[in-house]
């Protein structure tokens, strides 16, 4: 039995400031093949569990390149096609093949390609041959349009948001596509719109709950696996939306019901999933009620892991206009603020301006006299059994306030991005992260409460704000609920 697996991926947010490109890729992951190093990172799985399950299991592995960048605009197109056209000529070195793992995100848009995945998937399809079982990971923030759902055999996504059951996702995956290629199993799917879009996460109720029912329905009555596809609204395609997707062996009757059966709890609780927000300036004066600290305020709007630019100064501002003490914020993406830091070293004061750089909305930069209070090269932070880079990194200090500034941008998902440059999160009564829900994981345990605010940056979570030209405005919130349908 001979498998292939490859990775393309980033998550594309339609309204981003930041181009691009090929390097884009290559200056976050590029692991040609061979390369990939032992652990798993979430678009990536699939490759690295194969790898191992190859070895217990006896089936032969031919690994392509695994591509991934932080979530910024659409691909350029040339680079798109470059990267595709790199693991379809791998993919035609090493067939024949019995089976494909991609490990995808699925929001990926690329300059002509609304549906990148789909494009993939279908050029794959065209090599390995209608009999070769093709087996795609994706995140839930993912555009689960038809066009790739026929394209593949078998699509799983992670259910859990923080994406932690990325690697458990991955060995379902790899089992599924086993037992298809051996004939054990006849996977047949079942896709369902539920006619809006909405933000879901899984560390609070209902979301906790919806995870826990659809592993349960796995398993029996013929149920392979049972995925939500949050949909991703900063992706402005023809099929943004939220979609329920049920794999059965050989039972599309049942799978049918049952899609539809978890679309309508998906459409009733319409509005409750993601936590009320406040106001950036009410969530100040919310955290500094607590009578303990730390209380852990996220901000979705400046997203680095939905294509914000992470370097909105709002926050900090009104912090410091209000003359707020003991308070932290980060992570702010400047490498030219965090060089300067590293230029004078730790302990130095100097006047410095930062954030506030990328677009109208990160707001203006802010210009005070601060003191560097550590620094980190190659930074990383973690991510459940992953890591992830952060660039070179610098902590200050201005005024009450402690900013964690870092150099490759990412989202808040591990604590490392305060304590790696001397910032002490225990003390502090305010801490402020840029991240929709990935932080959670790491920060609820640290916070003595989580609030979520609009800190007005590019990406808010309320999807009219977004000036749409593709996505359908025919479905909730745009308009009133219309009728789901059956898809695939
Ligand atoms: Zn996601």
Redesign the pocket.
């Given at each position: 039995m001979r498998i292939f697996a490859a990775s393309l991926a980033t998550?594309t947010n339609s309204f981003s400031p930041i181009p691009t490109n090929r390097e884009s890729y290559e200056s976050t992951i590029y692991f040609r093949p061979g390369e990939h190093p032992d652990r798993g990172t979430l678009c990536t799985a699939p490759l690295w569990v194969a790898r191992r399950r190859a070895k217990q299991e006896g089936f032969e592995l031919i690994e392509g390149s695994c591509f991934w960048a932080e979530p910024s605009a659409p691909t350029q197109q040339a680079s798109y096609e470059s990267m595709r056209d790199e693991i379809l000529d791998q993919l035609r070195a090493a067939m024949p093949v019995d089976g494909v793992l991609l490990g995808l995100h699925g929001a990926m848009i690329a300059h002509g390609y609304d549906d990148a995945e789909g494009d993939l998937i279908a050029r794959v399809r065209e090599i390995a041959g209608p009999k070769a079982v093709i087996g795609v990971e994706l995140?839930?923030?993912c555009h689960l349009t038809e066009k790739r759902v026929r394209g593949a055999d078998i699509v799983i996504l992670f259910k859990e948001?923080p994406?932690l059951d990325f690697v458990e996702r991955a060995e379902e995956l790899v089992t599924l596509v086993l037992k298809a290629i051996r004939h054990d199993i006849k996977p047949v799917t079942s896709l369902y719109d539920c006619g809006m879009i909405d933000v879901y996460p899984t560390s609070r109720e209902p979301g906790g709950g919806f995870v826990e029912k659809m592993k349960k329905l796995e398993g029996r009555d013929g149920v392979l696996s049972v995925s939500l596809g949050h949909g991703f609204m900063q992706g402005d395609v023809p099929e943004q939306g939220t979609r329920v997707l049920v794999i059965t062996d050989n039972a599309k009757t049942h799978g049918d019901a049952l899609a539809k059966e978890l679309g309508a709890e998906i459409r009733e609780k319409r509005g409750t999933w993601y936590p009320e927000y406040l106001s950036y300036d009410d969530a100040i004066t919310a955290a500094y009620a607590e009578p303990k600290g730390p209380v852990v305020v996220a901000d979705p709007s400046d997203n680095a892991g939905g294509g914000a630019a992470s370097d909105n100064t709002n926050i900090i501002r009104r912090l410091l206009e209000r003359g707020m003490t003991d308070a932290a914020v980060g992570p702010v993406w400047d490498p030219i603020a965090v060089q300067f830091c590293h230029a004078v070293g730790i302990g130095a004061k100097l006047p410095l301006r930062f954030g506030g750089k990328t677009a109208p909305t990160s707001g203006l930069p802010i210009d005070a006299e601060v003191t560097v209070i550590g620094l980190a090269k190659d930074a990383t932070q973690s991510f459940g059994s992953a890591r992830t880079k952060i660039g070179d990194a610098a902590g200050i200090r201005v005024g009450g306030v402690d900013v964690s500034l870092i150099s490759h941008r990412a989202q808040a998902l591990g604590t490392e991005i305060f304590s790696a440059v001397g910032i002490d999160l225990s003390t502090k009564r305010y801490v402020g992260v840029k991240s929709t829900n990935h932080f959670h994981a790491a920060y609820a345990p640290i916070a003595a409460k989580v609030l979520y605010c609009d800190g007005e940056g590019p990406s808010p979570l309320d999807a009219r704000k977004y000036p749409f030209t593709k996505a359908r405005r025919t479905i909730w919130p745009h308009a009133e609920l219309p009728d789901g349908r059956m898809i695939v």
């Open positions: 998550e995140d839930p923030h948001y994406h």
